[in-house]
């Protein structure tokens, strides 16, 4: 069975820290595809990036990056020199190849960045 | 480019009457639609999901339905609210076929009184 995992439910840090926010899944398919998303407080959610299971190479995309490492089964998101605006609910999201049509989230962290 | 919409954006309804919720995508053919229901302070829960015009698949047993009367039309219905309705609903799509990141509108905050 398919299960994400964001054990942190809430993250505070101060403005300019950088913050890193845990993403666990299980899957028994070889191929999948895993997620995230972020939650303004404005309530949409917004794409954030997609990775699949054959592309472990960490990606960078301005301040945000992600570190995807199949051995531990993560997926987790560092946000650098955190911001305000980063201020958000963020959720990991999985869809096996097999059930594609679907994509199980993970609970979400909120994280507060305080000026 | 595709948009999605969602109305009303805000509903207060009192207990037992009926619902009745839009989505549209504009931009894209045969997407797949997906409702998501986000209780307060909670993740998202799916709901319904639909890969073509009549085509509904139920995720959770309760008192909602969904239906697709056009490719790009998705709705949420209910014939009685209960309290327990009481959430943010998500409507989202992506492309048919492969696995591929979801959309979502901008949401639909209902209060069931």
């Known amino acids: 069975a398919q299960k994400v995992t964001q054990a942190q439910t809430e993250i505070s840090v101060v403005e300019k820290e950088d913050v890193t926010l845990d993403c666990v899944y299980e899957t028994r398919d070889t191929t999948y595809y895993l997620f995230w998303y972020k939650q303004p407080p404005s309530g949409e959610l917004v794409f954030l990036i997609r990775r699949n299971s054959f592309d472990e190479q960490n990606e960078i995309s301005g301040r945000y990056s992600w570190n995807f490492q199949k051995s531990t089964s993560s997926f987790n998101f560092t946000i650098t020199a955190s911001q305000v605006v980063d201020s958000a609910v963020y959720f990991c999201?999985?869809?096996?190849?097999?059930?594609?049509?679907?994509?199980?989230f993970g609970p979400g962290t909120s994280l507060s960045v305080i000026p | 480019s595709q948009t999605i919409h969602q109305w009303p954006a805000t509903l207060v309804q009192p207990v037992g009457s009926p619902l009745s919720l839009e989505c549209t995508v504009e931009g894209t053919s045969n997407p797949n639609l997906y409702w998501y229901r986000q209780a307060a302070g909670r993740g998202l829960q799916l709901l319904f999901y639909s890969v073509g015009i009549g085509q509904i698949s139920s995720e959770v047993p309760q008192n909602l339905s969904a239906s697709r009367p056009q490719d790009r039309q998705f709705i949420l219905s209910s014939k009685k609210l209960l309290l327990s309705d009481s959430g943010f609903y998500l409507c989202?799509?992506?492309?048919?076929?492969?696995?591929?990141?979801?959309?979502f509108g901008p949401g639909t905050r209902l209060t069931v009184l």
């Open positions: 999201a999985l869809s096996e190849d097999t059930s594609y049509d679907k994509v199980i």
């Open positions: 989202a799509w992506n492309l048919r076929g492969f696995v591929n990141e979801q959309f």
